[in-house]
Nanobody, 122 residues
Framework: QVQVVESGGGDIQAGGSLRLSCTVS????????VAWFRQAPGKEREAVSC????????YYRDSVKGRFTISRDNTKSTFYLQMNTLQPEDTAMYYC???????????????WGRGTQVTVSS
């Protein structure tokens, strides 16, 4: 069974940086399309950033462009989300996901981590 474990969240002041990590086990990682989603209280889960398996395509939602960077290390079966210049509106539970298909729709991802909380204070 595929296991997905994320880490790296925390409490931080506005303007700070965090790096989230996500390790995927029992999946051919270099064939996996990966993504970061987030969900704030009372809001729907939204795609933050996605990367195709061949790194040929990446997606960022408009509000994080220029501040967040997704990357992957296939040798470690791990992908990352570097988050810079964090703002209070970035506060949410962040989830990583992996799938054999590429999509911005959370419903397309069959493998999910449990989430890591990011709280940005002003």
């Amino acid at each position: 069974q595929v296991q997905v474990v994320e880490s790296g969240g925390g409490d931080i002041q506005a303007g700070g940086s965090l790096r989230l990590s996500c390790t995927v086990s029992d999946m051919t990682f270099n064939l996996a399309n990966v993504a970061w989603f987030r969900q704030a209280p009372g809001k729907e889960r939204e795609a933050v950033s996605c990367m195709s398996r061949n790194v040929g395509y990446t997606y960022y939602r408009d509000s994080v462009k220029g501040r967040f960077t997704i990357s992957r290390d296939n040798t470690k079966s791990t992908f990352y989300l570097q988050m810079n210049t964090l703002q209070p509106e970035d506060t949410a539970m962040y989830y990583c996901a992996a799938s054999t298909s590429f999509s911005l729709d959370a419903r397309s991802y069959e493998n999910w981590g449990r989430g890591t909380q990011v709280t940005v204070s002003s």
